[in-house]
């Protein structure tokens, strides 16, 4: 099963782009890259997700090297309301139940 | 919107009680989960269903059971709940059959075990 490695924790300026790192080194060919975020005492948040090519939609950019064996989140313009921790997954298992690893604690700064 | 609910946003129970967590999907999906939350461990699988009353144990399924007798409806329990059973609870949702599709979360039970 593929494994995720996330920095603990990022700061980020409010306004500046949040550039979360990834590492994926065991990918298999088949499995997507998905992140979450949570925001504390809610349930997770779903962002975005993808399997080779770079995906964008409202929330988000999800950059996925070549090679795949690492992605990186990007949050255009972080606002305060982006502090949150957020974990990239990659779906594993035969029926894609989902393993949260520690995630990366993002914080947003005035 | 596409809408998971879990029945509580708090419990607070007594030790040896049996409990129900209830969660409800409204997206017709066939796969549902429930994980606990706890501060350094993270998010940990303690059970999934793929279809009704189809169930697989995750990661963490000791003093846990669960029931699945509608598609909609995930239900975890307690069949006697300890101390150290308090955290969060989340559940969530998802299609089956495919890698490349999200799964959706309620907003969480908080169960206090005294």
């Known amino acids: 099963d593929a494994k995720t490695t996330q920095p603990t924790s990022m700061d980020c300026a409010e306004g500046r782009a949040a550039n979360l790192p990834c590492n994926h080194s065991?990918?298999?060919?088949?499995?997507?890259v998905y992140w979450y975020r949570q925001i504390h005492s809610q349930g997770p948040q779903y962002i975005i997700h993808?399997?080779?090519n770079n995906e964008t939609n409202e929330m988000a950019s999800l950059i996925i090297t070549e090679d795949r064996k690492s992605s990186t989140l990007i949050l255009p313009h972080a606002t305060l309301r982006d502090t949150a921790v957020y974990y990239c997954?990659?779906?594993?298992?035969?029926?894609?139940?989902?393993?949260f690893g520690a995630g990366t604690r993002l914080t947003v700064k005035p | 919107d596409v809408k998971v609910t879990q029945s509580s946003r708090y419990l607070v129970k007594r030790t040896g009680e049996k409990v129900f967590l209830e969660c409800v999907q409204d997206?017709?999906?066939?796969?549902m989960f429930w994980y606990r939350q706890d501060p350094g461990l993270g998010l940990r699988l303690i059970y999934f269903?793929?279809?009704?009353?189809?169930?697989e144990k995750g990661d963490i399924p000791e003093g846990y059971s669960v029931s699945r007798e509608k598609k909609e409806r995930f239900s975890l329990i307690l069949e006697s709940a300890s101390t150290n059973q308090t955290s969060m609870y989340l559940c969530?949702?998802?299609?089956?059959?495919?890698?490349?599709?999200?799964?959706?979360f309620g907003q969480g039970t908080r169960l206090t075990v005294v």
């Open positions: 969530a949702s998802s299609r089956a059959g495919t890698r490349n599709t999200e799964a959706f």
């Open positions: 065991t990918i298999s060919g088949n499995e997507y």
């Open positions: 993808g399997l080779k």
């Open positions: 997954i990659v779906r594993v298992g035969h029926n894609n139940d989902m393993r």
């Open positions: 997206m017709d999906h066939e796969n």
């Open positions: 269903s793929y279809d009704v009353k189809m169930k």
